[in-house]
C-alpha cells in the first residue's frame, strides 16, 4: 500500500532538504511525495497583490508553482521522478522509484476543490491520498504537534481550513513530521498503520 507524504515549499533553502530528499527516494516503491509551493508560490501571491487577477486565476498559477517546486525536487535526486497522473505514479512506483506529483492536470477545474487560496498543497495531499486510495498520509511542518485535532490546527493556521473537510474525506491516519526530523520518516514507514477510530467526520461539501 502506498502513502502519501507532502513536503512544504518552505524547506527549499532549509540545510535538510538533502536529508529528506535522501529518506524520500530511499522510500521509494512506498510513498508518493506532494511538492509544496514554496517560492513560486509567493511570487503568485505577491503578483497578485501587485496587478489584481482573480483568486481563480491565481489557484492555477499556484499548482504550477508546486509543479516547479517538484521538478526541482526531481532535480535534486534522480530517485524522484515526476508524475502527473495516477497511471504515471503507478508506473514510478512499479520501478521502485518515488514519484512527485504534478498536480495541474488532475486539479484544475475540478468541482470538490475550491480554486482560491482557500486550499493550500496540505489539503491537495489530502484530495490525492483518496483518491489514490493511500493508507496514510503525512505532512512535514514547521511544528511539533502530532495531533488528531485537525480542526484546531486549521484554526491556528497550521493547515488550510479546509483540511479538516479533506482529510475527513480521506478517513485514514495522518501523521505531522517536524521539519527538522527527517529520520522519522524511514521509521515510519516500518510501522504497521492502524485506523483512525476517533476522527470526527465533518461534512465534505466544498
Avoid at 530517485?79 to 502527473?84: D, M, N, S, V
Wanted: charge should be negative; hydrophobic fraction near 50%; proline fraction near 7%.
Amino acid at each position: 500500500m502506498l502513502r502519501v507524504v507532502k513536503l512544504g515549499g518552505s524547506l527549499h533553502d532549509s540545510p535538510l532538504l538533502t536529508d529528506w530528499l535522501d529518506a524520500l527516494a530511499h522510500a521509494g516503491g512506498h510513498i508518493v511525495l506532494v511538492p509544496g509551493g514554496g517560492p513560486f508560490a509567493d511570487a503568485v501571491r505577491n503578483a497578485q497583490a501587485r496587478l489584481g487577477f482573480s483568486d481563480a486565476t491565481a489557484h492555477r498559477m499556484a499548482l504550477l508553482a508546486m509543479e516547479q517546486y517538484g521538478l526541482l525536487l526531481c532535480d535534486l535526486n534522480p530517485g524522484l521522478k515526476p508524475a502527473a497522473s495516477p497511471q504515471a505514479i503507478t508506473e514510478i512506483v512499479a520501478r521502485g522509484l518515488t514519484p512527485v506529483w504534478l498536480p495541474g492536470a488532475m486539479c484544475r477545474g475540478v468541482r470538490d476543490v475550491p480554486q482560491d487560496w482557500s486550499v493550500t498543497s496540505d489539503s491537495l495531499a489530502a484530495w490525492l491520498a483518496h483518491h489514490l486510495g493511500a493508507e496514510s498520509l503525512a505532512l512535514v511542518k514547521h511544528v511539533r504537534n502530532d495531533t488528531h485535532d485537525f480542526q484546531a490546527l486549521a484554526d491556528a493556521g497550521v493547515v488550510d481550513k479546509h483540511f479538516p473537510e479533506f482529510n475527513a474525506r480521506f478517513g485514514k491516519p495522518v501523521r505531522i513530521f517536524a521539519h527538522d526530523d527527517p529520520a522519522a520518516l524511514p521509521i515510519w514507514l516500518t510501522r504497521p498503520i492502524f485506523p483512525v477510530f476517533a476522527v470526527e467526520q465533518a461534512s465534505c461539501t466544498l
